[in-house]
């Protein structure tokens, strides 16, 4: 069964009560706050309303919360964007190499 992935970018303050009611429907209370709906003629109308606050993607599957965790985690370790230290002594680092 497909699911609608809902997810908040933009903050709610200040926005008219009808558009806060829509956003408290569909579970978002928090900005990057995610939620899961079945794809259904109700929810996509509740979606057209708020449209430009919300990333809607179509998933197959419903994640858990443990899941979610995972997937946004980061790789562990941390990227070089450029060379530091030039030629002095050999210490300097390539770019986009991974460092762990």
Do not use: C, N
Request: hydrophobic content about 35%.
């Amino acid at each position: 069964m497909p699911y609608l992935r809902i997810t908040l970018l933009r903050s709610a303050i200040g926005l008219p009560k009808p558009t806060l009611g829509v956003l408290k429907a569909l579970g978002l209370r928090k900005r990057l706050a995610t939620v899961y709906h079945p794809v259904s003629p109700s929810v996509a109308g509740q979606v057209f309303r708020v449209k430009e606050l919300v990333d809607v993607q179509e998933v197959e599957e419903r994640l858990t919360r443990e899941e979610m965790r995972e997937w946004r985690r980061p790789e562990s370790g941390f990227w070089v964007e450029k060379r530091v230290g030039g030629d002095r002594g050999g210490e300097g680092k390539i770019l986009g190499q991974s460092v762990r």
